[in-house]
């Protein structure tokens, strides 16, 4: 299980960094949200280039997606992993349901 903050850099584009929840305090800290929303994706399901519509987490339930950024870099998230999504500006990222079994996800709007 894993951890990543997807943010967009200095550069306009959208970046991935590893989060180790026990050496970032603010992972440890109650968050406000607005709700949460259940979603289940079919394999080979693909969104092209987009940002987050607004800070949130993505938290993958089952199956398996794969995160493209601009540099070429993929990341692949599969059940129990967090993707706190902070890519709010810039060129954006993909989104592939990878695999044979639906990605299932659940979503929590952050507030603020």
Do not use: C
Not at 12 to 37: F, Y
């Amino acid at each position: 299980m894993g951890s990543i903050r997807l943010y967009t850099g200095d550069d306009g584009n959208s970046h991935i960094e590893e989060i180790d929840p026990t050496e970032h305090p603010a992972w440890n800290t109650l968050h406000g949200a607005k709700g949460i929303l259940f979603r289940a994706q079919q394999p080979g399901f693909f969104s092209d280039w987009h940002i987050a519509p607004r800070r949130q987490y993505i938290i993958t339930l089952s199956g398996e997606a794969e995160i493209g950024l601009k540099d070429g870099t993929v990341y692949r998230l599969g059940a129990g992993d967090v993707n706190l999504a902070e890519d709010l500006t810039g060129a954006g990222h993909t989104t592939r349901v990878v695999g044979d079994v639906p990605r299932v996800t659940a979503t929590v709007h952050l507030e603020g």
